[in-house]
């Protein structure tokens, strides 16, 4: 790691100790040179990079100073049970369906960077040549996996573009992974609390449900594999990195015990990585990088990074690779030829990982704004989870009575998402989830009108 690297991950977990608060000034770049025994240009990379990130800011003829972090008052408590065999419950769509900044775990795109991918479908455009006349491949345009391998290699993570198949979406990936390795009537294990999507996709598709308890520093994981040794499970689907709806990450050592748990029960794992590129400080590795014997799916798209219109996704299926293809080719044509090409000029100018910095910088400012208020009007009861990236926050208020509360949320058009939706069991009924993905100032009437109606059903 270079040496500017290390000294700014030194700074951030003083901040995050709490040995220095907002507003504090830090050293000037020429005494912190002399402190640190570096060059000046040393120092002053080490800066940029915290500026980068959102943890100091520069004030003009001031200097650096500490930026605005939030650390919420207490964590929810995560249920507690013994896991068993369930049903999924189908929520039918509703013809009147509320869209709000704080319901769909979603964010923007600057208009800077949608200039640059227009260019980019402009020169896909002028490329396509013959294959306009011709159906997408069943796998993928070769230019879009080889550079998805290209730009995941830069984060230390490692395949070839012949491992790597395009989908329509994350959910379609995670969809045709199931079909791969379970049956109708099986049991799938899942987090507790889990997307409600991948909930009612387990239900559309029959199957059963074991829920398994989230902890700090992810799931249950002894619960796991009693389920594994005893084989009541075909196979499971976890979103490791930020995951929706409470914002936890797998710890690395859950990572890799889940990797080690898949390959020595012989068990198919899916790992939805939707998020795994919107960390606000570190860039985390998947479960797949410790998967030795190709027992993980790892699926994630471009649906929460860049866009959810283009439902472009990936997935790498390891040794189920033939099994993938097959299902996925029964059920679709492939994904739109001149997109999977825009997308891959998106990579390979360079703006798409330009895009990302960016993002992750915006998506800190609005977690810490979003958390500052909420801190500030919710009851004093109510904890709030951590994210370190992603775009949802989970927050409980004991007291909460979330059926009456929606209820009144929709006379008001107001848009979040009840606790009860991310499970199969009686759980989660003083829980919210809401999205922060969006600017503060965007979402700030939405987010009194929420506090108002919390205290009214609290």
Not at 10 to 19: D, L, P, R, Y
Not at 70 to 82: D, E, G, H, I, L
Not at 248 to 261: D, G, N, P, R, V
Request: contains cysteine; hydrophobic residues 35%; charged residues 20%.
């Amino acid at each position: 790691m270079a040496k500017y690297r290390k000294l700014a991950d030194g700074i951030i977990q003083t901040i995050k100790q709490g040995k220095v608060t907002t507003g504090d000034k830090l050293p000037s770049l020429r005494q912190f040179a002399q402190q640190h025994g570096v060059s000046l240009s040393t120092a002053i990379s080490c800066y940029e990079e915290l500026e980068s990130q959102g943890w100091i800011q520069a004030r003009p003829k001031s200097g650096y100073f500490i930026a605005n972090y939030s650390k919420p008052r207490a964590t929810p408590k995560w249920a507690q049970f013994q896991s068993q065999i369930t049903t999924a419950t189908l929520h039918p769509p509703s013809r009147q369906a509320i869209s709000g900044l704080l319901g769909v775990a979603s964010t923007t795109l600057s208009p800077s960077y949608a200039q640059e991918l227009q260019r980019s479908f402009k020169r896909a455009t002028q490329r396509i040549g013959e294959r306009l006349n011709q159906y997408p491949s069943i796998i993928g345009e070769a230019v879009l996996r080889s550079s998805l391998a290209n730009h995941f290699q830069k984060l230390g993570i490692l395949f070839s573009s012949d491992d790597v198949v395009i989908t329509s979406g994350c959910l379609s990936a995670i969809k045709t992974a199931i079909e791969c390795c379970s049956e109708e009537g099986d049991a799938v294990a899942i987090s507790s609390p889990c997307f409600n999507g991948i909930i009612q996709l387990l239900g559309y598709m029959k199957r059963k449900v074991i829920e398994i308890p989230s902890t700090d520093q992810g799931i249950d994981l002894v619960q796991l594999e009693t389920h594994l040794k005893e084989k009541t499970i075909a196979t499971a689907v976890f979103c490791t990195s930020f995951t929706n709806p409470h914002g936890i990450t797998m710890s690395a050592e859950q990572k890799q015990k889940l990797a080690w748990l898949a390959n020595h029960y012989q068990t198919p794992i899916i790992e939805d990585d939707v998020y795994i590129e919107l960390g606000h400080f570190d860039q985390p590795l998947p479960a797949k990088h410790y998967d030795t014997q190709g027992y993980i799916f790892w699926c994630g798209s471009f649906s929460k990074s860049l866009s959810p219109s283009y439902r472009v996704g990936w997935c790498l299926p390891g040794r189920y690779s033939h099994e993938f293809i097959n299902h996925l080719a029964a059920g679709n044509h492939g994904v739109a030829t001149t997109v999977q090409l825009a997308l891959a000029d998106f990579i390979d100018s360079g703006q798409y990982a330009k895009h990302l910095k960016n993002k992750r910088v915006e998506l800190l400012k609005i977690r810490q704004d979003y958390m500052s208020y909420l801190e500030q009007h919710l009851p004093n009861n109510a904890s709030i989870s951590d994210p370190q990236g992603g775009l949802v926050m989970w927050v409980q208020v004991p007291t909460l009575n979330t059926k009456t509360l929606v209820i009144d949320a929709a006379k008001q058009h107001l848009d979040f998402r009840v606790g009860t939706l991310f499970s199969t069991l009686n759980l989660y009924h003083d829980c919210i989830r809401v999205n922060i993905g969006h600017p503060f100032e965007r979402a700030r009437d939405d987010l009194t009108q929420l506090v108002e109606l919390i205290h009214q059903h609290s």
